[in-house]
């Protein structure tokens, strides 16, 4: 007999990601995301560069073939600017943020 919780459906996250100068960070917290246990289908992530001088395209792109990963750039605004960008452009049920580093 299956139990109440097997029946419920995962739902869809979108984990946002706000950065500024920290492309080694970022490629770090890509690599840590990547490696959730959880279907791959079910979450997206969603970087928004808060304008730094050299935005994370190369680093972001490295992780396309294994997570659905894009990338939003903005001008420099700020954190709390750079994570309302992320939510609004976001389609999961549930929101997730984590910092780059």
Do not use: W
Request: charged content about 25%; hydrophobic content about 40%.
């Amino acid at each position: 007999m299956s139990s109440p919780q097997s029946k419920q459906k995962n739902p869809f996250f979108s984990v946002i990601v706000p950065t500024f100068e920290r492309t080694r960070k970022l490629d770090a917290c890509l690599s840590a995301l990547a490696g959730l246990d959880y279907p791959r289908d079910l979450f997206e992530v969603i970087v928004v560069d808060d304008g730094s001088s050299i935005p994370p395209e190369q680093v972001v792109n490295a992780y396309s073939d294994r997570i659905d990963v894009r990338l939003i750039v903005q001008n420099h605004s700020g954190p709390a600017t750079a994570r309302n960008r992320g939510a609004l452009s976001a389609k999961g049920e549930v929101l997730a943020f984590t910092d780059s580093d």
